[in-house]
């Protein structure tokens, strides 16, 4: 049982062609999918998703680029939808790569998220980019933090992995991680303790290499994108690197999934 770990299905490069994009990631194999909202406007279209594709586990939240269009009342419609549906809190977090930025407003609108998902019990997606030290001294204030978090498309040190295991962290990775220049994420991959390991393509973001990728999407500018049937070749790659069996790790990934996201599991099959 494949399962992508994040995914963005509700893009409109991906929505515009859902059927064909579906169909292709199911005779991939691709069972369980992690659909991340970013927006209180996107919201409504991945409950949607989920609701027409039972393989899809829809999550809402405020990703840290779009904090400035969340609105006074997101955290009303946050709680409304995360009510609705059997579902987890993501994409939220910290990002000091985008221009230009709110960093108060991004730690205010992150630590909320820690906040619901913790009071409701449910996982927490979690997109963290330059700002690992950021990171930590906000998970370590915390009073509380959510029953399991994951760290996607995990891009912080060594060092850090022990601390976040021991905060109920999960680690994902996507096919970006082939890039013959990201050696220091095939290492982190290499680091992190398998059962707290997971998979994702973080499509349609995260292009993988043109050798691990067999599907892409073109937007109406031209521009190549990542399309989650890839998924297959993400635990093939991720699999040859830590020198498993392909199916050893299929099976490791399906017990760790199990435990990061407990009873919500089984609430999509
Ligand atoms: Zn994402």
């Known amino acids: 049982m494949l399962i992508d770990a994040h995914v963005h299905l509700q893009e409109p490069v991906l929505l515009d062609r859902l059927s064909e994009v579906m169909g292709t990631c199911r005779q991939e194999g691709v069972r369980l999918m992690l659909c991340n909202g970013t927006k209180p406007s996107d919201w409504a279209d991945v409950a949607a998703i989920s609701s027409r594709f039972p393989e899809v586990l829809p999550c809402f939240a405020v990703h840290p680029w779009y904090v400035a269009e969340a609105g006074e009342l997101w955290e ?6 995360l009510s609705r549906y059997p579902s ?45 030290g950021w990171l930590m001294d906000i998970l370590t204030s915390e009073e509380k933090l959510p029953p399991a978090m994951l760290i996607h498309s995990y891009g912080g040190s060594l060092e850090l992995i022990e601390p976040l295991r021991k905060m109920n962290a999960y680690f994902s990775f996507a096919g970006s991680i082939f890039e013959s220049k990201r050696e220091k994420l095939r290492e982190a991959a290499k680091a992190v303790p398998l059962d707290r390991l997971l998979v994702e393509t973080d499509a349609p ?65």
């Open 76 to 81: 009303v419609e946050l709680r409304d939808f």
């Open 205 to 269: 973001a995260l292009t993988p290499p043109e050798e691990r990728r067999r599907y892409q999407v073109v937007t109406p500018e031209g521009e190549v994108q990542n399309h989650p049937g890839n998924l297959p070749l993400v635990y093939h790659g991720l699999a040859e690197l830590l020198g498993m069996e392909a199916s050893d790790l299929e099976q490791q990934v399906e017990a760790n999934a199990r435990g990061f996201l407990g009873d919500l599991f089984d609430a999509r099959r």
């Open 88 to 132: 987890a809190v993501g994409e939220c977090g910290i990002d000091r790569w985008i221009e230009p930025r709110d960093e108060a407003l991004q730690e205010r609108i992150f630590r909320r998220h820690l906040q619901i998902a913790a009071e409701l019990e449910r996982p927490c997606m979690v997109h963290c980019l330059r700002g690992w």
